[in-house]
């Protein structure tokens, strides 16, 4: 059985992406492990990150973005196909450069590819999800994120990255264009098992400058820079978190992998661990905060142990 690792990235080392801790955490689960390297700005220094790794199984892809050609983030899903077709193995591992796999898991992961290795019907492997908000001491039990993805594929050639490359799907013709990515007709989801291992998801825990700048970097392959401009024009310059103690306590370990990373956290000074919602007007809500999502939450943990209301879920899950 081979396995190999894949993702995509540009100007991590400018947008506070722990993508050297990200890659290390499931390097030695894999056989290969491939990423299309964006052109990134001058002063940027994903590659010498990547290759301080010194690990032979790392290959770049050198890429340009063609951001026009593949708006509403869908340069994402290319950009990920573009390292998803040079793997060689049975089993693709899918970790974006914000994410990392705890070192306890990896013998779960093992077990559970070569489990299914010989199961034409299952088609990927979900993974269950922790996400962090603010710092690394938070994160979210919340209606509106998600609590499972797909993060091992089939290496098949009907399977390819969706829409902002959050998940895969199946598709029966595909042209690699803006079009194939976005959308749902002649597309079918992929047929998963459940692992018991956790990926962890450390987008949300950035300095808070550092978090407006990359969200309006993610506004702008979205929405394109001229919308963007003025959909953000009232954003704050610092991203406010609001208060944390209405989200619950992590109080297991990281990843090793992440532990240097997580040692430059000093910006706990401009967090807020209790107080009101909105001190500033122009701060924009996120969903966990609405009133709606609340209730919501609220049943599915307190009244139905867990289990979502509703929902869009991109994956059948197949009970072995």
């Known amino acids: 059985m081979k396995i190999s690792g894949f993702t995509f990235v540009k100007n991590a080392t400018k947008l506070y992406i722990p993508v050297k801790e990200s890659i290390s955490s499931i390097l030695p689960l894999v056989d290969e492990f491939w990423i299309a390297l964006g052109k990134g700005d001058p002063d940027d220094r994903t590659r010498e990150e990547i290759e301080s790794l010194n690990s032979d199984k790392i290959r770049i892809i050198e890429t340009d973005w063609d951001v026009p050609s593949y708006p509403k983030n869908t340069i994402f899903a290319q950009q990920t196909d573009i390292a998803k077709v040079k793997c060689t193995g049975d089993w693709l591992f899918y970790l974006q450069c914000d994410e990392a796999v705890h070192e306890k898991y990896l013998e779960t992961?093992?077990?559970?590819?070569?489990?299914?290795?010989?199961?034409?019907?299952?088609?990927?492997?979900?993974?269950?999800?922790?996400h962090f908000w603010g710092d690394y001491e938070h994160y979210h039990v919340t209606h509106n994120w998600?609590?499972?993805?797909?993060?091992?594929?089939?290496?098949?050639?009907?399977?390819?990255?969706?829409?902002?490359?959050?998940s895969f799907r199946k598709f029966k013709d595909f042209d690699y264009t803006f079009e194939d990515y976005s959308k749902k007709e002649g597309t079918k989801k992929l047929?998963?098992?459940?692992?018991?291992?956790?990926?962890?998801?450390?987008?949300?825990?950035?300095?808070?400058?550092?978090?407006?700048?990359?969200?309006?970097?993610?506004?702008?392959?979205?929405?394109?820079?001229?919308?963007?401009?003025?959909?953000?024009?009232?954003?704050p310059e610092v991203y406010d978190y609001g208060p944390l103690n209405r989200l619950p306590r992590f109080t297991e370990s990281h990843p090793a992998a992440m532990?240097?990373?997580?040692?430059?956290?000093?910006?706990?000074?401009?967090?807020?661990?209790?107080?009101?919602?909105?001190?500033?007007?122009n701060r924009p809500m996120p969903k966990h905060e609405r009133l709606k999502y609340r209730i919501v939450t609220f049943?599915?943990?307190?009244?139905?142990?867990?289990?979502?209301?509703?929902?869009?879920?991109?994956?059948?899950?197949?009970?072995?």
Not at 222 to 232: D, I, M, R, V, W
């Open 259 to 281: 532990e240097g990373w997580i040692k430059k956290f000093d910006w706990q000074h401009q967090l807020r661990y209790d107080g009101p919602v909105r001190l500033n007007k």
């Open 146 to 166: 998600y609590p499972k993805e797909i993060r091992i594929i089939r290496n098949r050639p009907d399977i390819h990255s969706w829409k902002d490359a959050q």
């Open 109 to 130: 992961i093992k077990r559970d590819c070569e489990k299914y290795l010989h199961d034409e019907e299952v088609e990927g492997i979900l993974f269950r999800y922790k």
């Open 191 to 235: 047929k998963v098992a459940l692992t018991d291992a956790y990926v962890y998801h450390y987008g949300w825990v950035r300095p808070p400058a550092m978090m407006s700048y990359k969200n309006r970097s993610s506004s702008t392959t979205y929405h394109g820079a001229k919308k963007s401009q003025e959909l953000l024009k009232d954003m």
């Open 299 to 320: 049943l599915e943990q307190k009244v139905l142990n867990g289990r979502q209301i509703g929902g869009f879920k991109n994956y059948k899950i197949i009970r072995k």
